[in-house]
């Protein structure tokens, strides 16, 4: 049996363990949005994003025993991801610092939101500190709660609390400087 | 932007400007590619699952035969004990019949001398 579309992500997990490559494709076709967002998000470079998400899969790959369940893959994604992209950041701050205006071509993207305004809010989340941009994706763009938040960071609820308070703030004090200065 | 109802008007807005985005269809390829490309096969911790498992398996039977081995040699020693104290007990008996008899030899020796001479 290869990986359908109509297979639960525990039942590939299962063929893709006894070895079934299709499985582990399909696999990563069902979970490369939400890994490669998180990367995108994160890195707010597409080349670096993709090479990450990739990683992602393959350390997936080599450790797909350790993986025991549908909703634990999920949390390993979305651990996995993000301590990655904080270390990779940690290494490469060039890439902390530049955060383009055109990662702007979202799939939900409705027609009656503010193109220049959610793409000011993308370039402002890139903008923040790793931790709390990370506390901030998993808040808004995975809608977690604060809980599963500190469980997948492996940090204090406080500190994902305070994250969350500081962020808004300053993503709310940004948006009004850009407000006031196009006014 | 202030207050609980600004609040809530960003994080509508943070909802929908962090969307999901697609990573492209050579995406999955690419991961599938590089897979390919490795040495490692997933089963890799299964098996090295299965060597901890044989591991910890020969080192309980070491233990358990060293526990054996050991209890072996001690049910040897206190056999060896038992047979000493057998011997020597053996040889106490022995002594005892001895001395015994001499003690009876030289009893009789001191009673028989004064007959021989009340004979003379």
């Not at chain 1, 939101?113 to 995975?142: C, N």
């Amino acid at each position: 049996m290869t990986g359908d579309e109509e297979c639960t992500s525990g039942e590939l997990l299962t063929q893709a363990l006894a070895g079934e490559r299709a499985a582990f494709g399909a696999l990563v076709r069902r979970y490369q949005r939400p890994v490669y967002s998180l990367a995108l998000r994160m890195l707010s470079d597409r080349h670096a994003a993709e090479d990450l998400a990739q990683e992602v899969f393959l350390q997936l790959y080599r450790n797909l025993a350790s993986v025991s369940s549908e909703s634990h893959l999920g949390f390993w994604l979305r651990r996995v991801t993000l301590h990655r992209a904080i270390d990779r950041l940690r290494r490469t701050p060039r890439l902390e610092q530049f955060a383009p205006e055109e990662l702007g071509d979202v799939a939900g993207e409705s027609a009656q939101a503010d193109p220049l305004l959610e793409r000011r809010l993308r370039a402002l989340v890139g903008e923040l500190s790793p931790a709390a941009r990370a506390v901030v994706l998993l808040r808004y763009q995975e809608d977690l709660d604060p809980v599963e938040i500190a469980r997948t960071l492996r940090m204090p609820l406080n500190t994902v609390k305070s994250h969350l308070k500081r962020s808004l703030a300053q993503l709310r004090e940004r948006m009004t400087e850009r407000v006031e200065a196009l006014t | 932007m202030s207050g609980g109802r600004n609040d809530e008007e960003l994080e509508r807005r943070l909802r929908g400007a962090l969307g999901a985005v697609d990573p492209g269809t050579g995406f999955a390829p690419g991961v599938l590619a590089r897979i390919a490309a490795e040495p490692r096969r997933p089963e890799r911790p299964a098996r090295a699952g299965a060597v901890v498992g044989w591991l910890a398996f020969g080192l309980a039977a070491s233990v358990i035969i060293a526990i054996l081995l050991a209890h072996q040699w001690q049910v040897q020693r206190l056999e060896q004990g038992r047979e000493a104290r057998r011997q020597l007990i053996e040889a106490l008996r022995m002594t005892d019949q001895k001395l015994n008899l001499a003690s009876r030899v030289v009893n009789g020796e001191e009673h028989g001398a004064p007959q021989e001479h009340s004979g003379v």
